[in-house]
């Protein structure tokens, strides 16, 4: 799990275009979609997991 991800800055890079950092950032998406996994046991105990929880809306 990675967690937070990284800021992803334009200023200061290495590429020799935009359309090439817009590339580099979509590939980077891609690649991380792909070997993502669902979350597991996610909020079991929390109270919006019954059935019986009416949220607080006005």
């Known amino acids: 799990m990675l967690g937070a991800r990284p800021l992803v800055r334009a200023d ?3 590429y020799p275009s935009h359309a090439a950092q817009e590339a ?8 991380h979609n792909k070997r993502s996994q669902p979350k597991h046991h996610f ?7 019954r059935p019986d929880y009416l949220p607080n809306v006005a």
Do not use: L, V
């Open 12 to 14: 200061g890079s290495d």
């Open 24 to 31: 580099a950032i979509a590939g980077y998406i891609r690649w």
């Open 43 to 49: 909020a079991i105990g929390s109270k919006i997991r």
